[in-house]
């Protein structure tokens, strides 16, 4: 008897020593204008950047790992360079929109086409457009235009949900904005059929860099490839001069068109 009522009072002093959790915060009431307000003022005068990250790509074509330095200049002008663990480069990655070259130095051989999504898919997964990728590497969202449709706030994720429909009523953008620092977490994008053709995630937007996320993870489901990338360097409008954005020509480089 003496040993429960041991246990019972240490029990109770464990609870009163407990202090209670304090509740959340109040979610802000915003319309969608002042969210979007705010989204549109978080990125400023950007119209070019230069960063360096750890990229990892999976699809069914390629896996790829390594160090990627990357710039671009909006809207659709973009360069990667990616190394292996060696610090070796292993692709040169190009793209005005219009065009694509890929280098790959080991074999001195270099492709060039139009930049269809079969192209592009050395680096912007299939379903993302060249300007859809570089905003969504500096996490510029919405990538719709003009004000969302509907909104409504989800509070147990905290976040605000914004969405754009197309003329028919389906579904084209759905936008998760955080509710607590009005920064963009999650993107989904559908295609003209209604289906989704890409989502992204973005995270750990630092004090030092409020505007441009620290961690990206871009994902399509038919075919299926995840693209992640977490920067270590990021550098807003940069002096970037017209050789920043090709890639090289080594001596000897064996030039191959790409399909159409």
Known sequence: MRLKCALLLVVLAGLAGCKAMPPAPAVPELSAEQILSKLQARQGALTAFAARGRLTLISPQQNATGTALIKGKLPETLKVDLKDPLGRTVLNFATNGRTVEIL??????????????????????????????????????????????????????????????????????????????????????????????????????????????????????????????????????PALNPGDLVVPRPPGVAVMPLKP
């Open 104 to 237: 790959f130095p080991r074999e001195n051989k270099l492709v060039q086409g139009p930049a269809t999504p079969a192209n592009l898919s050395a680096f912007i997964p299939p379903g993302v457009t060249v300007p859809q990728a570089l905003r969504l590497l500096v996490g510029d969202l919405p990538l719709s235009q003009g004000p969302p449709t509907r909104s409504h706030l989800d509070p147990g994720e905290r976040l605000y949900i914004l969405e754009w429909l197309k003329k028919d009523g389906s579904l084209q953008e759905r936008l998760g904005v955080n509710a607590d620092d009005l920064l963009p977490r999650k993107e989904e994008w559908f295609g003209a059929d209604g289906r989704l053709a890409f989502s992204a995630e973005l995270g750990d937007f630092s004090q030092a860099s409020p505007s441009w996320p620290q961690h990206l993870k871009l994902v399509t489901p038919s075919p299926r490839v995840d693209l992640r990338l977490t920067y270590k360097d990021f550098t807003p409008n």
